[in-house]
């Protein structure tokens, strides 16, 4: 089993987009260093031709009806946003 | 009438039974619980927040705080949630106010439902009735311990792995994952959503499959629910004609307290005795490889969940200098614990490019082999019963500096949760003072064997579910 590089943490780090501290760097290359051997068991078993399962119910394609419904008026929807302005959430530029 | 309500023993069924004869209202009733709450809340903390009766004719209820309710702030026990006041009711939230349960409050859980505890809740963990210097078990914990201390006649919580199960067995009470697919996730705050359930944590069985009654069914708003059977109320009190299995892995794994084994062997012995047939079986690769493969597809599918925290539409925003990145990445570790950022970072590694294989697939490939082994013994038994939980409710802060220590505590939980199992328990007697649960595991949709399984043996085992200091 591979050992996570401190590079490997900070890359994951930027893919999830989360501003670890130094101290969280630390930290959390040891914590998934354990957790990754530890769940990296599941590759001892042979699974040569198993079928992975993604969903746990036999369900295929729910259909709806295509019918226009009310949605959220923009007040509502806007009413827990940090920011807005003139109807629309506000952020920093990109 | 209100003076002589005593909300330590009352039932919801005994409950409605008042309310239906007219020796008391709705609202009296809910006043009942909110002075219990005043009362002991603020020893155990169950509540995040209490809300005022606003109506409805029927018993009340605690609601999980990962549960959307309209008009009252919804945190799932995070700080990147505060604030945030859904502006609609979640379908079991409708539910419930649709057959007239008045909510009594949000119950308190582990940050987005992750942990065994609630010592990752960002408001501070609840405490056991039983004991409160101890865990009440989670995530579901302050569900689970507002039922036990006569803080919430029934209450509903969420499962991913074992958040309703092993709170309930922690606390001594009743608590039922049902089938995935039978109970709507919309307006739920999503952690696994292969995963996720809703369901009752109650003091009986019967309580137990009333509210299952209540919130069960397909909705239109959800897309993998399912239509479901009608609910019978359990009223047998032997078990002639059920075909018990007893799966060795399950009830010797290696961690299981001897005075826990002890009090589920007394529940299998009770099982005989009543008429089923009773036989030891195997299961051993779901065992074995359930864990590792749940905190794979768990985090992974976390950290696609909570991708949608990012401190623009709802909840917490950082104050950041920099451009709309920064905004993101600070909102996101400053609103975040360390247990979602944890299971986001092992998530987002074991979903990314080069990785994806050796990791993510493979769980999903022992996802089939566990679903396999359990429907194998489903052609031979109706339910498969073992420990909830392989310890009694633990110390504050025993397995907090170990994650893996504490992911050890959904051991017995998690293989019929990743194969879309139902499962109840019931609390099965005391060790060192303490409640043991049983776990009852059926096959799909066999909600109404669970509880005819799970009545027979409440009758049979006399447990009191009144938490022995309080009585």
């Known amino acids: ?94 | 009438m209100k003076g002589r309500i005593d909300t330590l023993r009352l039932t919801a069924e005994a409950a409605a039974g008042l309310l239906e004869r007219g020796e008391l209202s709705a609202a009296e009733l809910h006043a009942a619980y909110a002075e219990a709450i005043a009362k002991r809340d603020g020893e155990l903390h169950c509540y995040l927040r209490t809300t005022p009766y606003t109506g409805g004719a029927g018993v009340p209820i605690a609601l999980k705080d990962v549960i959307g309710t309209e008009g009252v702030e919804t945190t799932a026990g995070s700080r990147i949630l505060s604030g945030y006041v859904p502006v609609y009711d979640s379908t079991v939230a409708a539910r419930c106010k649709g057959a007239g349960l008045p909510l009594l409050g949000k119950t308190n859980t582990d940050e987005f439902a992750m942990g065994s505890s609630t010592e990752n809740s960002a408001y501070g963990p609840s405490h056991n009735p039983w004991d409160p210097e101890r865990v009440p078990g989670g995530s579901g914990g302050g569900s689970a311990a507002a039922v036990s201390a006569g803080l919430a006649p029934w209450a509903l919580g969420s499962d991913t792995g074992g958040s309703i199960k092993q709170p309930a067995a922690l606390c001594g009470i009743v608590g039922l994952r049902p089938t995935y697919g039978t109970v709507s996730r919309y307006g739920i705050v999503a952690f696994a959503s292969s995963l996720d359930q809703v369901g009752p944590t109650t003091r009986t069985v019967r309580d137990c499959a009333r509210l299952y009654g209540v919130i069960a069914g397909r909705d239109p708003r959800d897309s993998t629910t399912v239509d479901v059977p009608g609910v019978e109320l359990p009223t047998a009190e032997d078990l002639r004609g059920i075909k018990v299995g007893v799966p060795r892995e399950l009830n010797e794994a290696e961690g299981i307290e001897p005075g826990v084994k002890e009090q589920v062997a007394k529940a299998i012995a009770l099982c005989e005795e009543l008429g089923a047939d009773v036989e030891e079986c195997r299961l051993p690769l779901s065992v074995e490889y359930g864990l590792p493969c749940y905190y794979l597809i768990a985090p992974a599918e976390a950290s696609s969940n909570l991708a949608r925290y990012d401190g623009v539409r709802y909840g917490f925003r950082a104050q950041a200098d920099g451009d709309l990145t920064a905004v993101y990445e600070t909102t996101r570790d400053a609103g975040f614990g360390d247990e979602p950022k944890r299971r986001i970072m092992i998530g987002t590694y074991a979903l990314a490019a080069g990785y994806y294989e050796a990791f993510y697939g493979k769980a999903q490939q022992v996802r089939t082999v566990i679903v396999r082994e359990h429907a194998a013994l489903f052609e031979r038994y109706d339910v498969l019963v073992s420990p909830t939980s392989p310890t009694v409710a633990f110390r504050f802060g025993e397995k907090t500096e170990n994650p893996v220590a504490m992911y050890l505590s959904d051991l017995l939980t998690i293989p019929s949760c990743m194969a879309g199992l139902p499962g109840l328990s019931i609390p099965s007697g005391l060790s060192e003072g303490l409640p043991v649960g049983l776990q009852l595991i059926g096959p799909q949709l066999s909600e109404n064997t669970l509880f005819r399984v799970g009545h027979a043996l409440e009758q049979a085992l006399g447990f009191d579910f009144v938490p022995e200091r309080l009585r």
Do not use: C, Y
Not at chain 1, 14 to 32: I, M
Not at chain 1, 49 to 72: I, R
């Open chain 1, 1 to 94: 089993m591979m050992a996570i590089t401190r590079e490997e943490v900070l890359h994951v780090a930027r893919l999830a987009r989360l501003a670890l501290t130094e101290e969280e760097v630390e930290r959390l290359q040891g914590e998934l260093n354990v957790i990754l051997e530890a769940v990296g068991k599941v590759r001892e078993l042979d699974l040569e031709g198993v079928e992975p399962t993604s969903h746990p119910l036999d369900l295929v394609n729910a259909w709806g009806d295509d019918e226009p419904q009310p949605s959220l008026p923009l007040e509502q929807a806007l009413s827990n946003a940090p920011e807005e302005e003139a109807g629309f959430f506000r952020v920093p530029p990109a």
